[in-house]
């Protein structure tokens, strides 16, 4: 009987594809599989599996699923499902009258080895054509034929035997091992009983060999860079899951509100793949070399062969630097100005203007002798002049004019000399021939005297610098050896009237964007004066107009730089001004956002700035997806993650890009204090990250249970943190045990506290002692200082051996003596479960005890 199709007949419907990706094929030899294939939103504590439906149609029925080629033209693939209702290569279910669909929980995928691919593939073809099964699968047109026969099993001839064998022996050549796809066919009950009334089959989405290195998923996890050029080149390393060397690309691409609008991939080989899990390319050219801000795209792994791409990460492109190589050094200039000890230019009055050979070292760039003899000489104007003219009028030497000794190289003048007519290239060289009248020369520089000596009248009558400054204008652009310009110099030099003067002319008179000029290491002056710490030198440059949001070559802007300070009154001061809250989520060259720097820069008070000026405490980093309390944690800095948790409220089990949370790196780092601190917070200790706990499936004892008595293959279990404590304090922290630090009795206690605090302030040496000091403000509020110390001690895993040592390098005898007696006369108990339970109340209330004190003193300081 021909199929079933009627459009409001019976049809057969896929209710839940397969799983895709992470099931594994296994071979004979290895036993029976381990766990049934999943389906595709099955999840570890909902399970679920494929599963079909007849619709339109209410009664008994059955179905038969096999495996089939993921090609366009669907052919028997020789794997083999195995299970409880397998038999030969094929899965038969009958389908309960009263049920509508039915799921396969029990399907496992076996896989034949190349050698025996053909003859398996002639197996399969020959039973399912004897027992009319091969519907919609294409084998020969000889063969296709019998599909019309209605005598089942049917028997084969010789000839028709010999076709099979020819189409396995082809197919076998063409056949993918790695992916396989389930058919699904459905037979109805006819009228003699029998099951020969076929539906239309239905076939599956593809199922990938999780061993295959092309069938994995794919998934950046780490980059060592997150930016670069945009002329491209810079080389860049890469972890990724399992890919294969020759089917993998790195994609960089950028997209619109319109779609995509550029793509370009990574440069490198298959021999710049490591292992499979690492990639070393080098970054493609931009489409827009002429950038002047960092822009966004994005950066994804991407397979050749079907086109299966990762989960895209932010990359960022920068503008070129164009200038002097960032290795070289000027004896007045340290290559890396980063902290506020910049070296200052020597300069002295005598020395600058005494003789025409110390005049030299004044000479810029892009300031000619002219201006820098004639705006500071001391000799009397004179009338006369004289200079020697080549042929052609193209060969003028040097000229002198009535300044005294100062010599003045005539090739180099360009304004106001220009405005008569003499046009110059700065160079040396002329762009037409010199012909111009001495009367129109000498008019132009008496001019020139008379405006200089009537802003000299104006300054000597205001004490207005800006009188003197304004004049000069057009010279603001001059820069020196080292690219600075006036604004430059004035925050090197610390000449805060001098600067503010200057921006003010700069900001009242038109011209060139003077105020956000870089120097040769890409800076502009807000850089320089954050850096260097002057707050009224800030102010006074984002009033004349600085723009914010310029970086430096390392990707920092005037924020960033910010955040890396102690004080964070830099970072308060910026936060005002509304341009600002724009740029404290964006990220360095580095793929680091201010408030990631404040946190390696242990910038407890940038830290509260930033969070009170709205940054994103969930924020990650671009080379691996940390936060800023994965930061904090990996520093072992109690008080900056406890800034994070209480001030911030960050999420405790934020994950980065392998699913690690904080707590992965407390507890592998064997830090009992943040381990401590982040188990008070709330942290799991059994969630996995996206890495295996073992290296391969034969390693994994025990294997895990499911319902059916089986391991689940249908999950890679991860790694928790209660896996990777590296000792038996954390583990206890962990299992939520704290028998590793013995409280202090109440008399012990007052005792200590006691010691501490008179006559004098021991404790404060004791908080630097034992990483607290940064709270030292917070302890002061309280009315005994000692006594909050050491409950934020406790609370934080401290030991009383930590403890003992950190008295015994204070130098405090008294005190150490307190805690030695203690010790001695103390007996290990295991404690019941009520006193247990009463620890854990009374540290939580030490906890609060201490957040109290935290917002208190935050509170105060704002």
Not at 245 to 273: C, H, L, M, N
Not at 322 to 339: D, L, M
Not at 475 to 487: A, N, P, R, V
Request: proline share 6%; glycine share 8%; aromatic share 6%.
């Amino acid at each position: 009987h021909p199929p079933l199709v009627a459009v409001d007949g019976p049809y057969l419907q896929i209710v839940e594809q397969p799983k895709q990706r992470g099931f594994r094929f296994r071979y004979g030899c290895e036993g029976p599989s381990h766990g049934g294939l999943p389906g595709a939103s099955s999840e570890r504590n909902r399970r679920s599996y494929p599963q079909v439906k007849i619709c339109n149609y209410q009664g008994p029925a059955r179905v038969v699923v096999q495996l089939v080629t993921s090609s366009a033209e669907p052919h028997f693939h020789a794997h083999s499902l195995v299970g409880k209702q397998c038999e030969k290569g094929v899965c038969i279910a009958d389908l309960p009258p009263k049920d509508t669909s039915i799921s396969f929980p029990n399907l496992g995928i076996l896989h034949v080895t190349k050698k025996n691919v053909s003859k398996t593939l002639e197996e399969r073809m020959t039973e399912a054509f004897r027992m009319g099964y091969n519907y919609g699968v294409a084998i020969h047109p000889e063969i296709d034929c019998l599909q019309g026969e209605v005598r089942i099993p049917r028997e084969f001839t010789e000839q028709q035997k010999s076709l099979i064998s020819s189409a396995a022996v082809n197919q076998a050549k063409e056949m993918d091992l790695s992916v396989v796809r389930l058919m699904f066919t459905a037979f109805l009950p006819d009228s003699d009983g029998g099951y020969s009334r076929r539906l239309d089959p239905v076939i599956s989405e593809p199922i990938y060999d999780s061993k295959a290195p092309n069938a994995s998923n794919l998934k950046i996890v780490r980059m060592d860079r997150t930016a670069g050029c945009v002329t491209g080149g810079e080389e860049v390393y890469l972890l990724c899951d399992k890919v294969q060397k020759d089917d993998i690309q790195v994609r960089f691409y950028e997209e619109d509100d319109t779609g995509q609008v550029w793509e370009a991939y990574g440069d490198f080989s298959p021999t710049d793949v490591h292992r499979q899990f690492a990639i070393v390319f080098k970054t493609p050219k931009y489409r827009n070399l002429n950038l002047q801000k960092p822009i966004s795209v994005f950066v994804q792994l991407k397979r050749k062969s079907d086109n299966e791409t990762s989960e895209p990460k932010p990359f960022t492109y920068h503008p070129q630097v164009i200038g002097k190589a960032e290795s070289s050094e000027s004896p007045t200039r340290p290559s890396v100005q980063r902290t506020s000890c910049k070296v200052r230019k020597p300069l002295a009055f005598r020395a600058a203007f005494g003789s025409p050979k110390a005049r030299g070292a004044l000479v810029g760039r892009e300031c000619p002798s002219y201006y820098q003899g004639y705006g500071y000489g001391t000799g009397s104007y004179g009338s006369g002049y004289s200079f020697s003219q080549g042929s052609g009028g193209t060969g003028m030497k040097h000229a002198y004019y009535g300044f005294n000794t100062f010599e003045i190289r005539w090739r180099e003048i360009i304004q106001p000399v220009n405005a008569v007519g003499c046009v110059f290239k700065r160079n040396g060289g002329m762009t037409k021939p010199c012909v111009f009248s001495v009367c129109a020369l000498q008019d132009g520089l008496l001019e020139t005297a008379r405006r200089q000596a009537q802003a000299l009248f104006h300054y000597a009558m205001s004490g207005d610098v800006r009188m003197l400054l304004a004049l000069q204008r057009p010279l603001m652009t001059s820069q020196d050896e080292d690219g600075d310009t006036c604004l430059h110099l004035g925050v090197i030099h610390s000449r805060t009237t001098a600067l503010c003067g200057l921006a003010q002319v700069i900001s009242a008179l038109p011209g060139e964007d003077v105020v956000n000029m870089r120097n040769d290491l890409y800076q502009t002056p807000l850089h320089l004066a954050v850096v260097t710490q002057q707050e009224e030198a800030v102010t006074a440059l984002l009033e004349a107009g600085a723009d914010a949001t310029l970086a430096d070559r390392h990707g920092n802007t005037a924020l960033h730089l910010a955040a890396q300070q102690s004080d964070g009154r830099m970072a308060a001061l910026l936060l005002q001004h509304p341009q600002m809250v724009k740029l404290i989520e964006q990220p360095n060259a580095t793929g680091l956002c201010p408030i990631h720097l404040a946190v390696q820069a242990s910038s407890l008070g940038a830290l509260r700035e930033l969070l009170s000026g709205g940054a994103h405490v969930e924020a990650q980093e671009l080379s691996s997806g940390r936060t800023a309390l994965h930061l904090a944690t990996e520093r072992d800095d109690v008080s900056l993650a406890g800034c994070l948790l209480l001030e911030g409220n960050a999420h405790v089990d934020s994950c980065t890009y392998d699913g690690s949370t904080p707590l992965h790196v407390a507890a592998g780092r064997g830090s009992v204090k943040l381990s401590a601190l982040l188990m008070a917070a709330g942290a799991d200790p059994h969630k996995e990250n996206c890495e295996p706990l073992y290296d391969t499936e034969e390693d994994r004892c025990p294997p895990g249970e499911d319902e059916e008595g089986e391991e689940d293959e249908g999950f890679i279990p991860g790694t928790t943190p209660l896996d990777i404590a590296p000792c038996t304090e954390v583990y206890d922290i962990l299992n939520g045990n704290r028998h590793h630090a013995r409280r202090l009795g109440e008399d012990t206690r007052r005792a200590l506290c006691h010691a501490l605090e008179q006559p004098t302030s021991t404790w404060e040496g004791l908080a630097q002692a034992l990483g607290l000091g940064v709270l030292n403000s917070a302890f002061r509020l309280s009315a005994s200082p000692a006594h909050t110390l050491l409950d934020s001690y406790e609370v934080s895993g401290g030991t009383l051996k930590e403890l003992e040592e950190a008295l015994r390098l204070l130098g405090s005898a008294s005190a150490l003596d307190i805690l030695q007696g203690a010790l001695v006369e103390a007996v290990p108990s295991s404690g019941t479960a009520e006193e247990l339970a009463g620890e854990r109340d009374r540290g939580l209330c030490q906890f609060l005890r201490v957040c109290v004190c935290v917002c208190v003193f935050s509170y105060l300081v704002k």
